[in-house]
Nanobody, 125 residues
Framework: QVQPVESGGGSVQAGGSLRVSCAAS????????MGWFRQAPGKEREFVAA????????YYGDSVKGRFTISRDNAKNTVYLQMNSLKPEDTAVYYC??????????????????WGKGTLVTVSS
């Protein structure tokens, strides 16, 4: 098992930046890919970004491409999501997820094997 735990959420004004982190514990000696999803009130869970186990490949959702950057530090078993030029529509609970099978298309929520409990990001106008 892998247990992702998110941190770093908070409130920021539009145009600002925020970095959320995800520390993974448990079976981290395996080749674990990591992803970020988000869910706003009344909306479906949306893919944000994903990174392969060695950091060599990344995916981004269209709504965050060019503004968000995903990275990882395997020595610390931690994945980061740097969010720049934030907009009010980025307000959501951000979930970190771990999965073992890297996809050739943008991953879906159903591709994830383990989920964190989420961290709230609020962007005010």
């Amino acid at each position: 098992q892998v247990q992702p735990v998110e941190s770093g959420g908070g409130s920021v004004q539009a145009g600002g930046s925020l970095r959320v982190s995800c520390a993974a514990s448990g079976r981290t000696d395996s080749s674990v890919n990591m992803g970020w999803f988000r869910q706003a009130p009344g909306k479906e869970r949306e893919f944000v970004a994903a990174i392969s186990w060695n950091g060599g490949s990344t995916y981004y959702g269209d709504s965050v491409k060019g503004r968000f950057t995903i990275s990882r530090d395997n020595a610390k078993n931690t994945v980061y999501l740097q969010m720049n030029s934030l907009k009010p529509e980025d307000t959501a609970v951000y979930y970190c997820a771990a999965y073992f099978v890297w996809t050739v298309v943008l991953p879906r929520a159903g591709d994830m094997d383990y989920w964190g409990k989420g961290t709230l990001v609020t962007v005010s106008s």
